[in-house]
């Protein structure tokens, strides 16, 4: 993929997430990107395909992360906070109608998404990490892995859901930070949860783009 292309899709992939896309006329990204209609048309033929080649591009980006995460070769519970951070970090960002406007006009693009979280590669870095966690004596080995995994992807989710979590009544990050502490304990071992509360005494912030985690980032797109 040439730089140009490659830029394009980084950009119009960051326009999408915080101004949404059904209202987003290829018009209307081509003056977000301050590009011409032609630049644009050079690489797609119209925003169906503009919304499905950005999505491939952030979803290739997101696993080229996770990789650089998993390579620090962290322990289990950092290693998890530091996965779920990043994956939290972009449901933060994004508008409140993505998933709704990808699910209902863009299933390309959802199909996309829907299989990197539900089947593809952060649900197994998801599961990579529960067996991880056991094999460091920190989770316990009594429970389905693949069970757990979906079920706290599924949470993730749901943080997002307006009715459970109204933003007059919640802090978003708080719920987030919540989530995982409630995750990691429920599967952890007594040597897991001494760990646990040492990391997190140590640990205040809510999750999000860390600073390791800008770092990769930064990395990846400077290559």
């Known amino acids: ?30 003056k977000e990107l301050k590009v011409s209609k032609k630049t644009l048309y050079k690489y797609v033929k119209n925003r169906p395909e503009l919304v499905s080649k950005s999505m491939k591009w952030r979803l290739d980006f997101d696993t080229k992360v996770l990789s650089a995460i998993l390579e620090r070769n962290l322990g289990a519970v950092e290693e998890l906070w530091e996965l779920s951070s990043y994956h939290i970090g972009h449901l933060k960002m994004m508008h409140p109608s993505l998933h709704h406007d990808l699910a209902k006009y863009y299933r390309e693009a959802w199909l996309m998404f829907s299989d ?42 749901m943080v997002f859901d307006s009715s459970v979590f109204p933003a007059t009544n919640y802090n978003f990050g708080e719920v987030c ?31 999000g783009f860390s600073k390791a985690n800008q770092q990769i980032i930064e990395n990846l797109l400077s290559i």
Do not use: C
Not at 7 to 30: Q, S
Not at 179 to 205: C, D, L, P
């Open 1 to 30: 993929m040439e730089s140009q292309e490659f830029d394009l899709y980084r950009r119009t992939t960051e326009v999408y997430m915080t101004k949404g896309i059904k209202n987003m006329t290829m018009d209307d990204m081509a």
């Open 116 to 157: 990197f979280t539900k089947t593809g590669y952060l649900y197994q870095t998801t599961i990579n990490n529960i067996k991880k966690g056991i094999s460091q004596g920190l989770y316990r080995n009594d429970f389905d892995a693949e069970v757990i995994a979906k079920l706290y992807l599924s949470k993730i989710d």
């Open 177 to 207: 930070r919540e989530m995982v502490k409630y995750h990691v304990n429920g599967m952890a071992t007594e040597k897991g949860r001494v760990e646990i509360a040492k990391f997190w005494s140590n640990n205040k912030s809510e999750p």
